[in-house]
T-cell receptor
Framework: KNEVEQSPQNLTAQEGEFITINCSYSVGISALHWLQQHPGGGIVSLFMLSSGKKKHGRLIATINIQEKHSSLHITASHPRDSAVYICAVLTQGGSEKLVFGKGTKLTVNP | DVKVTQSSRYLVKRTGEKVFLECVQDMDHENMFWYRQDPGLGLRLIYFSYDVKMKEKGDIPEGYSVSREKKERFSLILESASTNQTSMYLC????????????FGPGTRLTVL
C-alpha cells in the first residue's frame, strides 16, 4: 500500500464548478505539500501546511492531522486550472525526503 | 524569483552510453534533489544532496550516481544507460529543509533506445 493515496485519479469538471481533491497518508508527518504540474512538466508548489487551513486566491488547502487527511479545493474552477495536482508528505524522523502521491489529473472544460 | 534550470528538455541516448543531466539553481539553496517521474508511479526520489560534496540515496538510486562539486550545481549520471531509464527527470532545490518549498526545474525527458 502506498504511503500517500490521492483521490480521484482523474477528475473532469465544467468551468465554474467547485472541486475537491483528497490526499490520505498512513505515516506520521511533519508537513504536507500540494504541488501543481502543468502539461509540459513544470511543477510549482501551491501550499505547504502542517495544520489547519491555507488559502491563496481560489485555492484552499486543509489538513486534519488526527485523520491523516488533506484536501485541496478549487472554487470557481477555470480551464487554466487543468493540471495534475500532487500531494507530498514530509515524514517524521528528520528525513529531508518527500513522499509523493501519484497525482490527480484535473480537466476543466469551458 | 528562484530559477532552477536543467541542461536539456529532451534527450535521446543509446543503450550503454554514459549520460549526464545537469541542474543549476541560482538562489544559494542548500538542498538539491533528483527525481524521476513515470506514468502511474508518480515522482520518485533518486538522490539528494544537502551540501556540497554530500549526497544521500533516495528510493531508487540503482543505476545512477550524482555529483555536487559546487553549491549551485547538481549532476545526475547514468553510467550505462538502459531502456528502463527512459523517463522524465526532474531536479528540485530548497533553501535548507523540506519544510521549505521545493522549486522544480522544467524537466528532462530522456529516451534510451
Amino acid at each position: 500500500k502506498n504511503e500517500v493515496e490521492q483521490s480521484p485519479q482523474n477528475l473532469t469538471a465544467q468551468e465554474g464548478e467547485f472541486i475537491t481533491i483528497n490526499c490520505s497518508y498512513s505515516v506520521g508527518i511533519s508537513a504536507l505539500h500540494w504541488l501543481q504540474q502543468h502539461p509540459g512538466g513544470g511543477i510549482v508548489s501551491l501550499f505547504m501546511l502542517s495544520s489547519g487551513k491555507k488559502k491563496h486566491g481560489r485555492l484552499i488547502a486543509t489538513i486534519n492531522i488526527q485523520e491523516k487527511h488533506s484536501s485541496l479545493h478549487i472554487t470557481a474552477s477555470h480551464p487554466r486550472d487543468s493540471a495534475v495536482y500532487i500531494c507530498a508528505v514530509l515524514t517524521q524522523g528528520g528525513s529531508e525526503k518527500l513522499v509523493f502521491g501519484k497525482g490527480t489529473k484535473l480537466t476543466v472544460n469551458p | 524569483d528562484v530559477k532552477v534550470t536543467q541542461s536539456s528538455r529532451y534527450l535521446v541516448k543509446r543503450t550503454g552510453e554514459k549520460v549526464f543531466l545537469e541542474c543549476v539553481q541560482d538562489m544559494d539553496h542548500e538542498n538539491m534533489f533528483w527525481y524521476r517521474q513515470d506514468p502511474g508511479l508518480g515522482l520518485r526520489l533518486i538522490y539528494f544532496s544537502y551540501d556540497v560534496k554530500m549526497k544521500e540515496k533516495g528510493d531508487i538510486p540503482e543505476g545512477y550516481s550524482v555529483s555536487r562539486e559546487k553549491k549551485e550545481r547538481f549532476s545526475l549520471i547514468l553510467e550505462s544507460a538502459s531502456t528502463n531509464q527512459t523517463s522524465m527527470y526532474l531536479c528540485a532545490s530548497s533553501l535548507t529543509s523540506s519544510y521549505n518549498e521545493q522549486f522544480f526545474g522544467p524537466g528532462t525527458r530522456l529516451t534510451v533506445l
